[in-house]
Nanobody, 123 residues
Framework: QVELVESGGGSVQPGGSLRLSCTASGYNYDTYSLGWFRQAPGQEREGVATIDHYGGARYAEFVNGRFTISRDNAVNTLYLQMNSLKPEDTAMYYC?????????????????WGQGTQVTVSS
């Protein structure tokens, strides 16, 4: 059974940084493409960044160079380094996985999801 567990969320001031982690178990991690998604209250879930099983990354336009997605297959962990955070980045952040290649920033393309970690950016 595939299991994804996020951590690293919290409250920061505008301009601050956070590093999210997502630890996976239950499958051949290096054969899966992974993504970070977020959902703010009253909003639809949206893609933030994806990384395929070759290591190729793709970002939503609103990231604008502020975030970096990475993966360490040796420890089955996905990361999202978030810098220059803005109040509009406030949301629940989820990691997701799908077998094989994908770089889609579309939630429906991903089959497995974590429970989420809350990120709040406020002064």
């Amino acid at each position: 059974q595939v299991e994804l567990v996020e951590s690293g969320g919290g409250s920061v001031q505008p301009g601050g940084s956070l590093r999210l982690s997502c630890t996976a178990s239950g499958y051949n991690y290096d054969t899966y493409s992974l993504g970070w998604f977020r959902q703010a209250p009253g909003q639809e879930r949206e893609g933030v960044a994806t990384i395929d099983h070759y290591g190729g990354a793709r970002y939503a336009e609103f990231v604008n160079g502020r975030f970096t997605i990475s993966r360490d297959n040796a420890v089955n962990t996905l990361y999202l380094q978030m810098n220059s955070l803005k109040p509009e980045d406030t949301a629940m952040y989820y990691c997701a996985a799908v077998r094989g290649w994908s770089n889609a920033l579309v939630p429906g393309n991903y089959h497995y999801w974590g429970q989420g970690t809350q990120v709040t950016v406020s002064s």
